[in-house]
Antibody, heavy 123, light 108 residues
Framework: EVQLLDSGGRMVQRGGSLRLSCAVSGFTFRSYTMHWVRQAPGKGLEWVSS????????YYADSVKGRFTISRDNSKNTLYLQMNSLRAEDTAVYYC????????????????WGQGTLVTVSS | EIVMTQSPATLSVSPGERVTLSCRASQSIFTDLAWYQQKPGQAPRLLIY???TRATGIPARFTGSGSGTDFTLTISSLQPEDFAIFYCQQYHNWPPVTFGQGTKLEIK
């Protein structure tokens, strides 16, 4: 059974930093692109960042570029999101998600999601 | 960036009825379109990818169709557990992937 367990969310002051983790099991982690998606309270889904299977390629939404860093440790089956210079608008539930396919050209849909971890940025 | 627009924002339907949700892309995305269902307090669940392929374990009452810029998700006979928010998402030439704003399906 595929499982993704998000953790690390908490309340943090504006300008602060936080690292989210996503521990996975039940699939060959090192073969899949992974993603972070967030959802502000009462709002829709917003893609945040993605990382290729080998970490060779990373991608960011313009809203977080230069402040967030995605990474992964394939030996530990864990995905990370380092969040710096946090703003009030970063307040959201953050989900890690697995790409549906190992075929990069067909990628981008997300077939398994973590339960989400809440990040609250206080001013 | 490709903008995804869903309609309507809210749909009130009775159990057992057939319902169609719409999603439009600001430019052609061929069939690089997914649909997700999200219930309160839960993570989204992938329903459809490739515009029309049901994900693993998704009941046959969920049908996706469309290509280019116009897409639909049809639920043939609404079950009580189907009421939720539905999002479409494009993944053509990503990043970025982009989501629609969602359609809330509520019980009439």
């Amino acid at each position: 059974e595929v499982q993704l367990l998000d953790s690390g969310g908490r309340m943090v002051q504006r300008g602060g930093s936080l690292r989210l983790s996503c521990a996975v099991s039940g699939f060959t982690f090192r073969s899949y692109t992974m993603h972070w998606v967030r959802q502000a309270p009462g709002k829709g889904l917003e893609w945040v960042s993605s990382i290729s299977a080998t970490s060779l390629s990373t991608y960011y939404a313009d809203s977080v570029k230069g402040r967030f860093t995605i990474s992964r440790d394939n030996s530990k089956n864990t995905l990370y999101l380092q969040m710096n210079s946090l703003r009030a608008e970063d307040t959201a539930v953050y989900y890690c998600a697995k790409d549906r396919t190992t075929k990069v050209v067909e990628g981008g849909s997300l077939d398994n999601w973590g339960q989400g971890t809440l990040v609250t940025v206080s001013s | 960036e490709i903008v995804m627009t869903q309609s309507p924002a809210t749909l009130s339907v009775s159990p057992g009825e057939r319902v169609t949700l719409s999603c439009r892309a600001s430019q052609s995305i061929f069939t690089d379109l997914a649909w997700y269902q999200q219930k309160p307090g839960q993570a989204p669940r992938l329903l459809i990818y490739g515009a029309s392929t049901r994900a693993t374990g998704i009941p046959a009452r969920f049908t996706g169709s469309g290509s280019g810029t116009d897409f639909t998700l049809t639920i043939s006979s609404l079950q009580p557990e189907d009421f939720a928010i539905f999002y479409c998402q494009q993944y053509h030439n990503w990043p970025p992937v982009t989501f629609g704003q969602g359609t809330k399906l509520e019980i009439k």
